[in-house]
């Protein structure tokens, strides 16, 4: 079984609609991130928490929401969704270190289509 | 602010040709991370390797070698013998710990296709 899942792996919505895309890891790890994927712009960090009672905007928070609902599970949500948030969507885990540089992990991504 | 440039959008080779993928980075930190990632046309992303600033010893993993030049700034990749199943997106990181918070850049990416 994959250690870090995504669900959905596809969504088609429309403008205005409220989405919510799911990451849950069995790595055991304390840190989440969420990431966009867009061609040419490489992966851009959305959200990212260290543990649970932890939550820190990225470079591109805008539009975006995120809840840690436990160390296992990082949700994040497009309360009104619009068409530039199409992009795919990568859920990442690390370990807590005391030293940085641990790989992040990274789940099989959703494919997100605001229409 | 740290930076990871990827000059090379695209390369294309044909198959069993050496390729280097440039990779080279900007920070203010003298302690951080290196990584490479390959992505194939399936999405995942797959981790390849992880270089420190203080480890400048260049590291072969079978075909793939990595070349860390801190006076330059630039962390390279090279594929020896190319495979058609090294055609993937290869994204080259940077980590730094700045404020006692870890960040992955992530530079945007190099597209190599091997053509067989």
């Known amino acids: 079984d994959a250690d870090v899942t995504q669900t959905p792996r596809n969504r088609i919505t429309k403008t205005g609609k409220r989405i919510m895309l799911e990451c849950s890891q069995t790595k055991g790890h304390d840190r989440m991130y969420w990431y966009r994927q867009d061609p040419g712009l490489g992966l851009r960090l959305i959200y990212y928490s260290f543990d649970v009672k932890d939550i820190n905007k990225g470079e591109i928070s805008d539009g975006y929401s995120v809840s840690r609902q436990a160390q296992a599970k990082f949700s994040l949500s497009l309360e009104s969704a619009i068409p530039n948030q199409t992009a795919l969507y990568f859920c990442a885990t690390s370990e807590n270190a005391g030293l940085a540089g641990h790989e992040q992990f990274f789940g099989p991504g959703t494919r997100l289509t605001v229409l | 602010a740290q930076k990871v440039t990827q000059a090379q959008t695209e390369i294309s080779v044909v198959e069993k040709e050496d390729v280097t993928l440039d990779c080279v980075y900007e920070t203010r930190d003298t302690t951080y991370y290196l990584f490479w990632y390959k992505q194939p046309p399936s999405g995942e992303l797959v981790f390849l390797i992880r270089?420190?600033?203080?480890?400048?010893q260049n590291e072969i993993s079978g075909r793939y070698s990595w070349n860390f030049q801190k006076s330059t700034s630039s962390f390279n990749f090279t594929i020896t013998a190319s495979q058609v199943v090294d055609s993937a997106v290869y994204f080259c990181?940077?980590?730094?710990?700045?404020?006692?918070?870890?960040?992955?850049?992530f530079g945007t990416g190099t597209r190599l296709t091997i053509i067989p």
């Open positions: 990181a940077l980590s730094e710990t700045f404020g006692g918070n870890e960040k992955l850049t």
């Open positions: 270089r420190n600033s203080f480890d400048e």
